[in-house]
C-alpha cells in the first residue's frame, strides 16, 4: 500500500484549499490515480485497522440490490440514511433494478465476448441523481480481459483519502477477484482514476499520524465459492495484520 500513502503524503503537502459540500474544508488535488497488482496479495490497509467484514457486507449488499441500511447490518450508511433506512436510488438500485440488470450483463458478456471493450457497469445515472441520498462516488467500473487475466479500473469522483477510499480499494479488489474466480481466470490490475482527491480538514491530524506508522505485509484472499449475480461468495483472507484503528469524524 505504498501508494496509497504516498498519495496522502502529496495531498496534505501539495494540495489546494478547497470548500465542500459539508462545509468541512478539505486538502484538494485533481485527476490522481491508484494502482495495485493483486497478485502481490490483497490491498487491505495495514497501516490502520480496516474491516474486511465491513467490505465484504457492503459488497454483498450493493450487489443484492438493497438501498436500505437496515439490510446492511453496519453502521456505514447510517448518516445518510431516512427514519425507516431507505437511500434512495443508490448503487444496488442502479447496479441491479433497472430495466437491465448491469451485474448479470457483465457477467454474461464476460463469458460470452470477454474482449469487448464495454464490460462497464455504472451508478451514474443522470435522470436519478435527485433521489438519491448521496450521488454515487465511486460511479462506475470497467473491466478487462487480456492474456489471462481479469484487470478493473474503477472512476471515482469524490474521494475522501483518509476514511472512504481505503475501503473502495478494498470493495474493488474484491469485486474483482470474484469475478476473476467465477472466469477462471487471473484477478491481474485494479486501477482506480480519482477526480477531486481530497484530505478533510478534520483529518489532517490522523493522516500525519498514519504516515508515521510503519506498514505490514498484505494478507492473501482465497476465493471459496462466489456468484455475483446472487449477491453470494465465501472467500478468506489470511495473514492479514495490520496497526491500530486511527479514528476519526465522517463528513456528512
Not at 485497522?49 to 456505514?76: A, Q, Y
Not at 443522470?126 to 484487470?151: E, I, R, T, W
Not at 477477484?177 to 490490475?189: D, H, K, P, Q, R
Request: charged share 20%.
Amino acid at each position: 500500500m505504498k501508494n496509497y500513502a504516498e498519495l496522502l503524503r502529496k495531498v496534505l503537502h501539495e494540495g489546494h484549499s478547497v470548500p465542500d459540500r459539508t462545509g468541512t474544508g478539505t486538502q484538494e488535488l485533481f485527476g490522481e490515480r491508484l494502482k495495485f497488482d493483486l497478485r502481490d496479495g490483497f490491498p487491505l490497509l495495514t497501516g490502520k485497522k480496516t474491516s474486511f467484514d465491513i467490505v465484504k457486507k457492503e459488497l454483498r449488499w450493493m450487489l443484492s440490490g438493497s438501498t436500505n441500511t437496515n439490510d446492511l447490518d453496519c453502521g456505514i450508511w447510517d448518516q445518510w440514511g431516512a427514519e425507516d433506512g431507505d437511500l434512495g436510488l443508490i448503487y444496488g438500485f442502479q447496479w441491479r433494478m433497472l430495466e437491465v440488470d448491469q451485474i448479470v450483463r457483465l457477467m454474461v458478456g464476460l463469458e460470452e465476448d470477454p474482449h469487448s471493450r464495454r464490460h462497464i457497469v455504472s451508478a451514474w445515472n443522470v435522470d436519478q441523481l435527485d433521489k438519491m441520498a448521496l450521488a454515487p462516488c465511486h460511479a462506475f467500473f470497467q473491466v478487462n480481459v487480456s492474456g489471462g487475466v481479469v484487470n478493473l479500473q474503477m472512476y471515482q469522483r469524490s474521494a475522501d483519502l483518509f476514511i472512504g477510499v481505503p475501503y473502495n480499494i478494498s470493495f474493488y479488489a474484491l469485486l474483482l477477484e470474484l469475478i476473476a474466480f467465477e472466469l477462471g481466470l487471473i484477478a491481474g490490475e485494479l486501477i482506480i482514476t480519482l477526480g477531486s482527491a481530497h484530505i478533510y480538514d478534520n483529518h489532517i491530524e490522523q493522516v500525519v499520524e498514519y504516515l508515521s506508522r510503519g506498514r505490514h505485509p498484505l494478507g492473501t484472499l482465497t476465493v471459496r465459492e462466489s456468484d455475483i449475480c446472487s449477491a453470494s461468495f465465501d472467500v478468506l483472507l489470511e495473514g492479514y495484520k495490520c496497526g491500530a484503528k486511527i479514528p476519526a469524524p465522517v463528513a456528512v
